[in-house]
């Protein structure tokens, strides 16, 4: 089948088509901006959850009419257009994840072999300038963020930062932090799930996030959800990994510009759920927290506290590894968004041996006195050594993203 013209017309064919020709649930009310697709292998991250196993279909992999398997390079649709091919998202997982998937093998991303792929083009973006030496303009430069040989955005004016608006915009998220936080131990009150469980979820997701190249926002915005909506609803270990899946699919359409389509969520599953079973989810997750979706994060906090800190590629990518590494754990549930920045930001002063480890602006900005900080900068620490003790262990999505060259390798650095 050929795909659809893009445009407004050939969106709503597409959609008709996919939902019977009503309109999907959990839509928000909006029409879907996303202009085409973006493949990623999947592998079953079945909860601990479900003890059952899934057969995976071989014939997932063979490109038909005109299609483009997500698995394969070499297919593209018929209109020729390039698309660009993502690295297998499969995750294999072994060990203490057997509990939740039925694959026994790693097919992980491997760190030596990794290749990351640049963005898929936009229709609407401009083409960068390929000549040596020339500054692509400033609409530009948003699309270049995380672009492994572009310049530098932070080098540029982006008129997208809208810096008269900073002081105001931090503040607002300094007042909404603590309204929108998850109780730090509501898994007490979950009869079915763990926490083991939780980090199983979560080390899959940050490799899922990976592979599709999405915003750091829309990692932590999905994990703000998942713990919000567990905090108010039980949830069966079957159910854990589709909880996982619609809270990053809920956060993408928020955040990117080109978000994975439906059916890729439904893919990096193995099946194990529906295109139904998901909009159902993402009904029931945004009526359960109550369209309140857009909170303040870590992610948030981030962007202006490491500039303020003074944050070279280094030091942002090591501040941004302990930040992922408190993803995993529950103990940083009991800490703020700014207070889990501010604690990553004095950590990594301490390990780069900064002469002033929390400087007066420091504590002047994020609101927080290095010795407030202490607790969650010790938990941190714990997390960090544990990680490098065990090279990641059996959660290795966090390790493996930050020993890429392109991180900086700052997951084997010796401090």
């Known amino acids: 089948m050929s795909q659809p013209e893009a445009g407004v017309l050939g969106l709503r064919e597409n959609r008709a088509r996919d939902f019977g020709g009503r309109k999907a649930p959990g839509a928000l009310g909006r029409p879907n901006p996303r202009v085409g697709t973006r493949g990623v292998g999947g592998n079953a991250v079945r909860s601990a959850i479900s003890g059952g196993c899934e057969n995976t279909n071989s014939n997932m992999d063979i490109c038909t009419n005109g299609r483009r398997s997500p698995r394969l390079g070499a297919c593209s649709a018929k209109n020729n257009v390039s ?13 203490a994840l057997a509990d939740i998937t039925n694959v026994a093998g790693s097919l992980g991303l491997q760190s030596d072999k990794a290749k990351i792929s640049k963005p898929q083009q ?10 040596s030496g020339v500054v692509p ?26 810096d008269e608006y900073v002081d105001e915009i931090v503040n607002q998220f300094f007042d909404d932090e603590n309204a929108f936080l998850p109780r730090a131990d509501y898994m007490s009150s979950q ?17 899922v996030h990976m592979k599709y190249r999405l915003r750091p926002e829309t990692l ?48 990096i599953t193995d099946n194990a759920y529906t295109k139904e079973d998901i909009l159902v989810m993402e009904c029931t997750m945004l009526t359960t927290l109550r369209f309140q979706i857009m909170v303040p994060t ?14 070279d590629a280094v030091h ?18 009991q800490h703020t968004p700014s207070q889990q920045v501010a604690a990553a930001l004095l950590l990594s002063n301490k390990l780069l041996k900064r002469s002033i480890v929390w400087p007066a602006a420091m504590a002047e900005q994020s609101r927080h006195t290095e010795q407030a900080l202490r607790s969650c900068a010790e938990e941190m620490q714990q997390l960090l050594e544990a990680d490098r003790a065990g090279a990641g262990g059996q959660l290795q999505a966090v390790n493996k993203k930050f020993s890429l060259v392109q991180r900086q390798a700052v997951a084997k650095m010796k401090f």
């Open 83 to 95: 698309r660009v091919v993502h690295p297998s998202a499969r995750v294999g997982i072994g060990g």
């Open 122 to 131: 936009h229709p609407l973006q401009p083409a960068v300038p390929k000549q």
């Open 137 to 162: 303009p400033p609409q530009v430069v948003d699309m270049l963020v995380d672009v492994p040989g572009t310049c530098d955005a932070s080098e540029m004016t982006n008129v997208q930062n809208v």
């Open 191 to 207: 009869t079915d799930i763990t926490s083991k469980m939780r980090t199983i979820l979560i080390d899959w997701l940050v490799e």
């Open 220 to 267: 932590h915005l999905a994990v703000n959800l998942i713990d919000r909506y567990l905090t108010k609803t039980p949830v069966m270990r079957k159910r854990l990994q589709l909880v996982g899946v619609v809270a990053m699919f809920i956060a993408a359409k928020y955040e990117e510009i080109s978000p994975p389509e439906l059916h890729d969520w439904v893919y």
């Open 298 to 311: 870590a992610a948030n906090f981030f962007e202006y506290l490491q500039k303020v800190n003074g944050c």
């Open 316 to 333: 942002r990518n090591v501040a941004e590894y302990l930040l992922e590494l408190g993803l995993l754990d529950m103990r940083m549930l």
